[in-house]
């Protein structure tokens, strides 16, 4: 159907009803701690690929005329860009940034777990995306903060600063995670946190997590409204 999605991008186009240039900017924090093996970190990153690569994602990622950078974290000080900045407007942009995710390398593989670090990474990462309406951190982790500023420390300036903070708990290790992610990590106007019992569902959450995020204002539909998810 993606035929249809470049069909009405050009009818808008054409009568100046165009979406509004860069609707979302998305920045997607993985959790790449010691607690995570290689395998868990295959789970995730291939998990994102294939969320992007979904037609209900990529098509409303093309509608927003979305921005999404891809982190990797971990303990403090270890905060990387893993794929910059990829502004999409069109599919082949979203093609590319699944395939630059599964090839993405793992850059760390033993440190601590520093949440509150991960988003202060993200935070100033936005800096380079002023154009975006809106912008949201999609944090992965699979453990609370143990190292580092601790998240909610933040939050008056995400809130100040307009951005908005989801949560996947991964609660492989820790099945209370999803409540310290409500509690600690979240906030933002219609913040929400989203749990994956395992490693193993984290590639299904993920995908309902990024639809939810990204159509919440482009389409106004519920995160499981579309049956190509």
Request: hydrophobic share 45%.
């Amino acid at each position: 159907m993606r035929w249809l999605s470049g069909l009405f991008l050009s009818v808008c186009a054409c009568f100046g009803g165009q979406a509004q240039a860069c609707d979302l900017a998305l920045i997607l924090a993985v959790d790449v701690s010691g607690s995570v093996d290689a395998q868990e970190y295959d789970l995730q990153m291939d998990g994102l690929a294939a969320a992007l690569r979904n037609p209900a994602i990529s098509e409303a990622l093309v509608v927003a005329e979305a921005s999404v950078l891809v982190i990797q974290w971990t303990g403090t000080g270890r905060q990387r860009v893993s794929v910059p900045w990829v502004h999409i407007r069109n599919f082949d942009h979203t093609d590319q940034l699944a395939e630059d995710i599964e090839r993405a390398p793992r850059i760390w593989r033993n440190f601590s777990t520093a949440v509150g670090e991960a988003v202060a990474f993200a935070m100033d990462a936005f800096d380079d995306v002023p154009q975006c309406e809106r912008k949201v951190v999609d944090v992965s982790g699979d453990g609370v903060s143990n190292e580092g500023v601790s998240p909610e420390k933040l939050h008056a300036e995400l809130n100040a600063a307009g951005i908005i903070v989801n949560g996947l708990a991964i609660e492989s290790y820790d099945k209370n995670l999803s409540e310290y992610f409500e509690e600690k990590l979240i906030t933002g106007p219609g913040a929400f946190v989203m749990r994956a019992a395992t490693h193993e569902e984290y590639p299904d959450r993920i995908k309902r997590k990024l639809f939810r995020e990204i159509t919440k204002q482009v389409s106004g539909l519920p995160p499981a409204a579309d049956g190509r998810l």
